[in-house]
């Protein structure tokens, strides 16, 4: 079966610097994507990693290794505005979209 | 770029009504959409991949004749939710995706529906 597994919440505080994991296993892999989503909002794109290594778009970097199956998002210099879910969504074989049940990231002052 | 457009925002209608849903693409084709259901603190949950031109595809459990979907063109697909019930009321979300398979999939803003 396919499977993604993420942590289901995480605390950090503001200002600090946070690594939320993601592990898959999923029949082919086409790429990993990382959404955000606020309360009561839809998902908005944050990074999109298909090839090994990091990719840094301001205070958000994903990091990606296909061999472990493995990728996380770090984000950095963390803001209130930063308290949301993480969705980490994996491309499969036949380009579906496996997703991820999120992490609740809880930033305290 | 890459905006989705989704109406109406809210809904709240009595039971057996039927509900339509829009989701459009507003700065780019797209030839595959996607309609997710998601009730309060839970995941995501697909419910139909959308194809320009063809019947949609539905999840295991989603009822087709409760959910029609229509994607008519490149920038449009409908959600229409037949004779709707308390149980239906969730908050539903339309994504689109450009060319392209690997192509992130960008979401609406999500349509609160409430069934009274």
């Known amino acids: 079966g396919q499977n993604i597994d993420q942590p289901t919440e995480m605390t950090a505080t503001e200002g600090a610097i946070v690594q939320i994991n993601c592990t898959y296993q999923?029949?082919?892999?086409?790429?990993l994507f990382w959404y955000q989503q606020h309360a009561g909002e839809a998902p908005t794109f944050l990074s999109y990693?298909?090839l090994d290594g990091l990719e840094e778009k301001g205070r958000f970097s994903s990091f990606l290794s296909r061999s472990k199956g493995y990728s996380y998002l770090l984000l950095k210099e963390l803001q209130m505005k930063d308290s949301a879910s993480y969705l980490c969504?994996?491309?499969?074989?036949?380009?579906?979209?496996?997703w991820g049940a999120g992490t609740k990231l809880i930033i305290k002052p | 770029g890459a905006v989705v457009s989704q109406h109406p925002s809210w809904v709240i209608c009595k039971s057996g009504t039927s509900v339509k849903i829009e989701c459009r693409s507003l700065?780019?084709?797209?030839?595959?959409m996607f309609w997710y259901r998601q009730f309060p603190k839970q995941s995501l949950m697909l419910m139909a991949t959308?194809?320009?031109?063809?019947?949609?595809?539905?999840e295991q459990g989603v009822e087709k004749d409760k959910f029609l979907i229509n994607h008519a063109s490149l920038t449009l697909s409908t959600l229409t939710v037949t004779s709707a019930h308390p149980e239906d009321s969730s908050f539903y979300i339309c994504?689109?995706?450009?060319?392209?398979?690997?192509?992130?999939?960008?979401f609406g803003d999500g349509t609160r529906l409430s069934i009274l």
């Open positions: 999923t029949s082919g892999f086409n790429g």
């Open positions: 990693n298909v």
């Open positions: 994504s689109a995706r450009d060319r392209g398979e690997a192509q992130p999939q960008h």
């Open positions: 969504a994996v491309v499969d074989s036949n380009y579906q979209l496996i």
């Open positions: 959308s194809n320009e031109g063809s019947k949609a595809t539905y």
């Open positions: 700065d780019f084709q797209a030839t595959t």
